[in-house]
């Protein structure tokens, strides 16, 4: 299995540009989700999905969109890049989970992003 | 609102030490605890868990202890290698959330001298 993988690894954006940080997993996992890390701080919760076809927000959504049409892939889509959104940017996924009970998160290699 | 955070921002240990890490979290109605190691460059890989029942928990050279009346958190790791060498989170999971929605503290550096 070759787990969490996300394209691409780096990325230099101009303030406005829009593009798709893809995700993709190969473990069947049905929760897939989204965090950001900025210098000094832990990670951050954006987008998040329960399954196909289900999407949620996280703690910081302003500024992305999400998708899950598939049970492999979950792209997080910057819609008009700002400054700001410089950032590394995780997914990770795991089996589903009911509340209450936790699930390992598996987590990918990250794509750094730059925003002039 | 809720928040885990961290005692100390960079830990210097001798190689062969014991190494512990701390964090102090502030939802006391989380379920599951969780200690990540990140390397650089690298995304977050997961170390060992404890559910809020329990009080000590123990893996392949690393134990965490956790403190409810204090709420406070700790990673002890045995006979600290060079490949401990990383970045270490806290995170807690909520119980009232329908899927593994963490909230991270912001991290302890641990270095290891050889």
């Known amino acids: 299995n070759a787990g969490v993988t996300q394209t691409p690894k780096f990325q230099v954006l101009k303030t406005g540009q829009s593009m798709t940080l893809q995700c993709a997993q190969d473990m069947n996992h049905e929760y897939m989700s989204w965090y950001r890390q900025d210098p000094g701080m832990g990670l951050r919760l954006i987008h998040y999905s329960v399954g196909a076809g289900i999407t949620d927000q996280g703690e910081v959504p302003n500024g992305y969109n999400v998708s899950r049409s598939t049970t492999e892939d979950f792209p997080l889509r910057l819609l008009s890049a700002a400054p700001s959104q410089t950032s590394v940017y995780f997914c990770?996924?795991?089996?589903?989970?009911?509340?209450?009970?936790?699930?390992?998160?598996?987590f990918g290699p990250g794509t750094r992003l730059t925003v002039l | 609102g809720e928040s885990v955070g961290l005692h100390l921002p960079t830990l210097s240990v001798q190689e062969g030490d014991n190494s512990i890490i701390n964090c102090a979290y502030s939802?006391?109605?989380?379920?599951?605890f969780i200690w990540y190691k990140q390397e650089s460059g690298k995304g977050p890989q997961f170390i060992i868990d404890?559910?809020?029942?329990?009080d000590k928990r123990q893996g392949q050279r690393v134990t965490v202890l956790l403190n409810k009346t204090v709420k406070h958190l700790s990673l002890q790791i045995a006979a600290t290698q060079p490949g401990d060498s990383a970045v270490y989170f806290c995170a807690e999971d909520s119980p009232f959330d329908a899927g593994n929605m963490l909230t991270f503290g912001g991290g302890t550096r641990l270095m290891v001298k050889p």
């Open positions: 990770a996924s795991s089996y589903t989970v009911l509340a209450g009970t936790y699930n390992e998160q598996f």
């Open positions: 404890i559910r809020s029942n329990m």
């Open positions: 939802n006391s109605a989380s379920d599951y």
